[in-house]
């Protein structure tokens, strides 16, 4: 169980700080019963998670399987200053409100992933608000100006003579005293925060804690594209609040080669049953498409029911195999509301608006497998499976 357990923590990480302890600190669940706490912060600075967000959440169920404690702490106080990380410029303060309304959308989310009772959530505005004006120069003593300038993202910002507000510099400490706090054994979080994970180590030696938490950082989950990592202002991502349907596609939609590091970020299935699917795949005994719908099942499950997962494929093979829909068609995304005829023209399956109109006269025009009859129909804000005859196709998204 021991070596199942380092292999499954080890899992799809980019990056691990002090392992050794980590192993230690499973021995002593396996060999004593003994447990441990995880500590992973999440700013809620947004209302939804897409599934780039739960790769750390996958990470906590996994530790949570093998003996911790999740220390899920909601950074209510340093929400109000906002992360630096990887910004180039100084990010808005939320108001409280905002702050409230996304902390329950988030523990409610969280809770599709994580086991409730071995999950501890925690608010850093209960120990940092009471730190007071003497507490606060008392923990930036901890920090020269010269090492917080070598962290790649304030570098930047200060060469090109960028604004960087002092609260900014505060950000890193205080997520460092979360981990005194909490004496967190273990801390996750993204490579793009290493330097933020690696504060709570140093202030844990600092504020004599008798401890240093070990450090585990997960790589970014590109989004749909497979290029530029998962975020909703590439447009590239899969939210966990999106409809069955929607979500059951998308996933459909990643290539097969990216299908595997989904697999090993965001599925359960153990590594042994994942390289079993590889092996299917590469001897031919497996469709990678059937492999796909499977993972696509297993998400869509996870964030609604297997009954809706279940009616979300239904939908999909209704939709492309017995229409005989490809499902590799090109995707044309448009600003505005536009005439139905010159959406065919600009998603290049009609060489004219003219000849548009004559293919809807004829019959010859679809949407989402709906004749279409009005030659002046306008096309709102929304995503639409464009056909002309049996062989054209194109996907349409409105914004």
């Not at 600009?346 to 279409?372: F, H, L, Y």
């Amino acid at each position: 169980m021991l070596q199942e357990a380092i292999r499954e923590i080890n899992r799809g990480t980019a990056e691990i700080i002090d392992d050794a302890r980590i192993e230690k600190l499973l021995m002593a669940y396996f060999d004593e019963g003994k447990n441990y706490t995880v500590k992973c912060g999440f700013d809620p600075t947004a209302p939804d998670l897409h599934l780039g967000h739960t790769v750390l959440l996958q990470k906590l169920a996994t530790f949570q399987k093998y003996g911790a404690r999740v220390q899920f702490l909601i950074g209510n106080f340093t929400a109000a200053i906002g992360d630096p990380t990887g910004k180039n410029v100084t990010r808005k303060v939320l108001s409280t409100e905002d702050i409230e309304k996304n902390i329950s959308s988030y523990t409610t989310q969280a809770f599709k992933i994580l086991d409730e009772s071995k999950t501890d959530i925690v608010y850093n505005k209960e120990w940092l608000e009471p730190l007071g004006a003497v507490g606060m120069l008392e923990l930036a003593s901890n920090l020269t100006v010269a090492r917080m300038l070598e962290r790649d993202d304030f570098s930047k910002r200060y060469a090109s003579q960028t604004p960087i507000a002092v609260s900014e510099f505060m950000y890193p400490l205080l997520q460092g005293y979360d981990s005194v706090h909490l004496k967190s054994d273990v801390e996750i979080g993204g490579t793009d925060q290493k330097f933020n994970l690696l504060m709570g180590r140093q202030l844990q030696k600092s504020y004599e804690v008798k401890k240093q938490q070990a450090v585990l950082m997960m790589p970014i989950l590109e989004g749909l594209d497979g290029i530029q990592k998962m975020s909703k202002s590439l447009d590239n991502y899969i939210g966990v609040t999106d409809e069955p349907n929607d979500m059951f596609g998308k996933i459909l939609s990643v290539s097969d080669e990216l299908m595997w590091r989904y697999f090993e970020l965001l599925s359960t299935k153990s590594l042994e049953e994942i390289e079993r699917l590889k092996n299917g795949v590469s001897a031919g005994s497996l469709h990678p498409k059937k492999v796909k719908e499977d993972l696509a099942l297993e998400i869509t499950t996870r964030f609604h029911s297997q009954e809706l997962a279940k009616k979300a494929k239904e939908a999909f093979d209704n939709l492309h195999k017995k229409s005989q829909i490809p499902t590799d068609i090109p995707e044309f995304t448009i600003e505005g509301e536009i005439w139905i005829a010159k959406a065919l023209v600009e998603c290049k399956i009609s060489p004219s608006t003219s000849q548009s109109r004559r293919d809807i006269k004829q019959g010859a025009v679809r949407i989402d497998q709906i004749k279409v009859s009005d030659e002046q129909l306008q096309l709102g804000s929304g995503n639409y499976v464009l056909q002309v005859g049996k062989r054209k196709f194109a996907k349409l998204k409105v914004i």
